[in-house]
């Protein structure tokens, strides 16, 4: 049995291939599939129509099962030391056994896009057999409208079956759980885990490997403009938890987007149509809108823990994971840009969280000095965020996105390079991490002093001002700024025992140091320069 959201799509699953379902569910609004998510027991109805729900064991991604096939088309592109390679022979018993799998099931297809800017936009067919992962990724990426629909043909398929578990000895991979790409084939296979992140994640991977060839970078990276100029448009690289949704969502600015971009020659332009916001101790004071989302119809939200009789949320309770989400649509945010598009760059951001209290609040870099921490991707774990973590613990993730960058590092860090020479763009490295000591010692960077200093990037004031070369990494570190503690700007000043900060200060450089000698064969002189150590 067939039904459909939208009568007679213009390919059907048959037609890829994809037949024996015992029903299909062709682009289901969001009424329809929270009705069918509810009915199959899939979660629950919260407080203003979120959906609650849980993805199990899984509440993050699986990065160590994730494999690219090996084809003679990729063996020369991919990154193999980041992409665990899977044989074309265990791809297809994989593909083959999946779609025996869905036969006699339910199951649910979203027609959608990724790409604002239709020059670069990559038509992709989601198969779901969760309703509420077709509900997230309707979310997550760019729905067509209705008439649009009737022309659609999928450039990608993504059939993700929670359901199913791998055999490694079958399928060549490396647990029951497995996420693989087949860049020949277009095709996507994801099986036994219900963590929906996986979707939005295999989509961007998937435009990390086109958008280079067309000389487009794609950016792990939030987006805003001023209001009423898209030219004055700024990107924020970071990592998970270092302000990358927080710091672009600046009511005196529109959001484009808060967390992937691609930056072409025409501008900035979002890949996504919502937003994937961490939940753990989100409060209606400091983050009002998104916080209003998890009482929103429709929106999803994981992992949380919540009263079963009130549906209380609780945003403090981690028991069941620091990975606490909500995903809905960008339309929820007020101030989000009806396009998607914005200018060529004028600021790029690199945030990083710094733990041991060494990195100024905001730093000036040259372009060089920008591509050495592109492609550090430099942060810190602190205790709390994962098990096990009893001390500050570095994260090196080039192009602040390692898992999701199928080409080697240096290929995004041209790109980079060669967009901020064509723009004239201003970068920036701002640190939200502590200050007066390392985590445990000092305390967290003063959240209205980063949101002064990077107004004052952006509006250009900071450029006025006198700065000094920081005598650790090189970079120019503002002397004073307009309504912020001089003190705050210079990080051994904040320090009790500055003999620590020296100590501190060298053991981070040679973090850094040891970290960047795999990328020293592959760069340029330049860049090579602009490294410490």
């Known amino acids: 049995m067939t039904t459909n959201g939208r009568v007679n799509p213009k390919r059907t699953l048959e037609d890829q291939g994809i037949s024996g379902a015992a029903a299909v569910h062709y682009n289901y609004m969001e009424p329809a599939l929270v009705e069918a998510a509810v009915a199959r027991g899939e979660g629950h109805l919260g407080k203003g129509g979120a959906f609650l729900c849980s993805t199990g064991k899984f509440t993050g991604r699986s990065p160590k099962d994730k494999f690219v096939v090996r084809t003679p088309t990729t063996e020369n592109t991919i990154w193999w030391e980041n992409n665990a390679p899977m044989t074309t022979e265990g791809w297809a018993l994989l593909k083959a056994d999946m779609l025996d799998h869905i036969k006699g099931r339910e199951v649910f297809v979203q027609d959608l896009y990724a790409g604002a800017d239709a020059e670069h936009r990559v038509d992709v067919r989601v198969v779901s057999g969760l309703a509420w992962h077709n509900l997230f990724i309707r979310h997550l990426l760019r729905r067509p409208d209705r008439a649009e629909l009737d022309s659609f043909t999928p450039e990608w398929t993504i059939i993700n079956l929670p359901s199913f578990k791998a055999d490694p000895a079958r399928h060549g991979c490396r647990t029951d759980t497995v996420i693989a790409l087949n860049f020949d084939e277009k095709t996507v296979l994801i099986a036994n885990t219900a963590y929906a992140g996986e979707n939005k994640k295999s989509v961007f991977t998937i435009l990390n490997y ?12 939030s987006a805003n403009h001023a209001i009423g100029n898209p030219d004055d448009t700024a990107v924020f690289f970071g990592l998970s938890g270092t302000g990358k949704t ?13 967390d992937e971009h691609g930056w072409s020659d025409k501008g900035t332009f979002n890949f996504e149509g919502g937003c994937y916001a961490k939940t753990i101790n989100l409060s209606p004071e400091a983050e009002p809108e998104i916080y209003a989302t998890t009482h929103r119809f429709a929106t999803v ?46 600021n790029v951001i690199l945030l990083t969280c710094d733990a041991y209290g060494v990195l100024p609040p ?35 993730s080039t192009c602040f996105g390692a898992p999701f960058m199928p080409r080697r590092p240096e290929v995004y860090g041209k790109l980079l390079q060669a967009k901020i020479a064509a723009t004239g763009a201003s970068c920036w490295l701002v640190n939200t991490g502590w200050t007066g000591g390392k985590f445990g010692t000092g305390k967290r960077m003063p959240i209205r002093a980063t949101r002064a200093l990077l107004t004052a990037a952006l509006d250009g004031s900071l450029n006025a001002v006198e700065f000094r070369k920081d005598p650790n990494f090189g970079f120019e570190v503002p002397v004073a700024v307009p309504g912020v503690d001089e003190t705050l700007l210079n990080p ?18 040679g973090m850094f ?21």
């Open 513 to 533: 140091s040891k970290n960047f000698g795999q990328y020293v064969a592959h760069i340029d002189d330049d860049i090579r320069a602009a490294a410490i150590g």
């Open 492 to 509: 051994r000043e904040t320090w009790a025992d500055k003999s620590a900060y020296d100590a501190q200060a060298k053991t981070l450089v």
């Open 301 to 346: 939200v994981e992992n949380m823990v919540y009263d079963a009789e009130t549906l209380e949320l609780d945003f403090a309770d981690a028991s069941l994971t620091e990975n606490t989400r909500c995903a809905y649509p960008l339309e929820a945010i007020s101030n989000a840009s009806a396009t998607g598009l914005g200018g060529q760059p004028k």
């Open 362 to 396: 905001i730093a000036r870099l040259t372009p060089a000095q920008a591509m050495y921490h592109f492609l550090s991707g430099f942060t810190a774990k602190t205790p709390g965020t994962e098990r096990g973590v009893v001390e500050p613990i570095p994260t090196f």
């Open 210 to 221: 086109l958008l280079p060839e067309k000389g487009v970078m794609a950016m792990h990276c």
């Open 246 to 258: 927080t710091l672009s969502a600046d009511p005196s600015r529109i959001l484009i987007g808060d």
